[in-house]
């Protein structure tokens, strides 16, 4: 595995100030914070360098400001959450660098945490300018990287502060790139790799990467309809993207060339009108799909097959959901076959990672969530992970 430091290489930080980059985009509503999982992520590396005797000085970003001051998106709003998640009282700063940040450290003892504000309030967060890292670092003796889910983006407190202080990765950083080198980087063998969700458009570059890493490539989900259709089925009315028959048909014979075999439904659940338990709900084999019908899960034989497949594995890698899994009875397939991948992970048998915005939430809905060897809440960056990009964020960190 690249090499990066981690807080276990930190010497001693007593008074020392560590800007520590974290993902405070917490989901809002009227004002008050809905989740506080981000905040629950950051703790571990916030309280241990707390801990250690560093001035905690939180940098993240709020929304998407475009370089202006936003009084709606100021970082002042997450405060309440941060204190609450990690039992200590944090201090608030309107700035992220200059002689405002500079009296706040000459205020702060040793473990004490303050947040700065949003960063994209200032242009040169977003365009990476080496003056604003240069600002934002002049005040400070160390640089901790723990927002995974920014790495994918190449901005001054992401990527830009680790060439100019000594960097480190923070601790769910550590834990997200483990997961993810035992997952793709050095995976045990055979690997599966399950791709589901509403579009193959939106996931060309994940299956095009996919196809050349996996040994098993499990498509489900609207996407599997392109493909279904590409091979000549009727999908009816499925959700399915007729123009891209041609990108499908080059991403199974890619397949075909690296010995990846591509497993796309062959029962799936079916139904004229999109709604809960629908009146017009059948399973068929997918050449029987009536014209009028629409395919919003793979089929319970499908299922069983996969989970087969499973069980001859070692690695699976997840993203997507199987089926339309919000509407009953249509997450029937993605539950089934995380509960496979969960009790094989409990044994011991199989590495599963997953991650994606709709495919935590379908694991969480099938109640698999602890089960599973590591779910990275990182939406885009995981996506790019799964794409085979090198991480700007992540880049840095092994450079620095
Ligand atoms: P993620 O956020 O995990 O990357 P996506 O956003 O790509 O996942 O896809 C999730 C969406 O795909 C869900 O809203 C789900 O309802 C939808 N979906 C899955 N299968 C189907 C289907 N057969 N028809 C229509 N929508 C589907
Ligand atoms: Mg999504």
Redesign the pocket.
């Known amino acids: 595995m690249t090499k990066f430091r981690t807080l276990d290489d930190l010497g001693d930080v007593t008074g020392k100030v560590a800007l520590v980059r974290v993902d405070l985009n917490l989901p809002m509503q009227d004002g008050a914070v809905t989740d506080d999982t981000r905040v629950r992520a950051a703790a571990p590396t916030i309280l241990e360098l707390a801990e250690k005797g560093a001035k905690v000085l939180l940098l993240a970003h709020f929304g998407r400001p475009k370089g202006e001051r936003v009084s709606t998106q100021s970082l002042s709003m997450v405060i309440d959450a941060v204190q609450d998640v990690l039992g200590k009282e944090v201090m608030f700063v309107p700035e992220i660098a200059g002689p405002v940040v500079e009296q706040t450290i000459g205020i702060l003892r040793a473990g004490d945490i303050a947040i700065l504000e949003n960063t994209r309030f200032w242009k040169g967060e977003e365009k990476n300018d080496p003056e604003l890292a240069k600002a934002i670092a002049a005040n400070a003796d160390i640089y901790v990287n723990d927002a995974f889910s920014a790495a994918h983006r190449a901005h001054a407190t992401t990527e830009g502060l680790a060439h100019v202080l000594p960097a480190y990765a923070g601790r769910s950083m550590e834990a997200e790139l483990k997961a993810l080198e035992k997952a793709l980087g050095q995976p045990d063998r055979p690997v599966a790799a399950v791709v589901?969700?509403?579009?193959v458009s939106?996931?060309l570059d994940v299956l095009t990467h996919l196809v050349t890493q996996v040994d098993h490539l499990i498509i489900?989900?609207?996407m599997a309809?392109t493909f279904l259709a590409a091979r000549g089925v009727n999908v009816g009315k499925?959700?399915c993207e007729h123009d891209l028959a041609a990108t499908a048909e080059k991403i199974l014979e890619a397949a075909d060339q690296s010995g990846c075999t591509v497993h796309l439904p062959y029962d799936v659940v079916v139904a004229k009108e999109f709604a809960a338990n629908p009146a017009s709900l059948r399973t068929c084999n997918v050449h029987e799909v009536a014209a009028d019908e629409?395919?919003?899960?793979v089929g319970p034989q499908a299922v069983e097959a996969l989970a087969d497949v499973l069980k001859t594995c070692r690695t699976l890698v997840w993203?997507?959901?199987?089926?339309?899994?919000?509407t009953q009875p249509f997450d029937a397939a993605t539950v089934a076959l995380a509960r496979s991948a969960a009790a094989l992970s409990k044994e011991g048998a199989l590495v599963s990672v997953a991650g994606?915005?709709?495919?935590v939430a379908a694991l969480n809905h099938a109640g698999v969530a602890d089960d599973f060897t590591y779910i990275s809440t990182a939406?885009g960056a995981f996506?790019e992970w799964m794409e085979g990009k090198e991480l700007p964020g992540v880049k840095a960190l092994e450079q620095a």
């Open positions: 589901g969700g509403a579009k939106s996931k489900g989900g609207g309809n499925s959700l629409m395919i919003l899960d993203n997507g959901p199987l089926g339309a899994f919000e994606g915005g709709d495919t939406g996506l």
